[in-house]
């Protein structure tokens, strides 16, 4: 069973990371995405594209969400703007936490 350690946590978004099996768990609210360490730097990345942060779209409900697509067109995930905050910055300090970790063990 994998020991997870907590790089952030940020509204709904957890980030853990296992250093046994070297992958990073997202998890917020339903989702859970696990990533190996290269893949987590390239998902951020991707998050990180100028048109990224500007697909906010108007749901029936009135509130306007980010949309972020994954390769399978058939599954896009939704934040608000709040969730979507506290996503990115958690990805940020996790980012940052794992260096940390990394350099300790």
């Keep these: 069973m994998c020991q997870k350690i907590t790089l952030s946590r940020k509204g709904a978004a957890h980030i853990s990371y296992c250093a046994q099996c070297k992958f990073i768990y997202i998890w917020h609210n339903n989702l859970m995405l696990i990533f190996s360490l290269p893949q987590f730097k390239s998902f951020k990345k991707y998050t990180e594209s100028p048109n990224f942060n500007e697909d906010f779209y108007s749901f ?11 390769p399978n067109s058939d599954i896009c995930f939704s934040f608000t703007e709040d969730e979507w905050t506290n996503f990115y910055a958690a990805m940020e300090e996790a980012e940052y936490m794992q260096g940390v970790y990394q350099l300790i063990y």
């Design 60 to 70: 029936p409900d009135g509130e306007n969400r980010l949309i972020l697509r994954t």
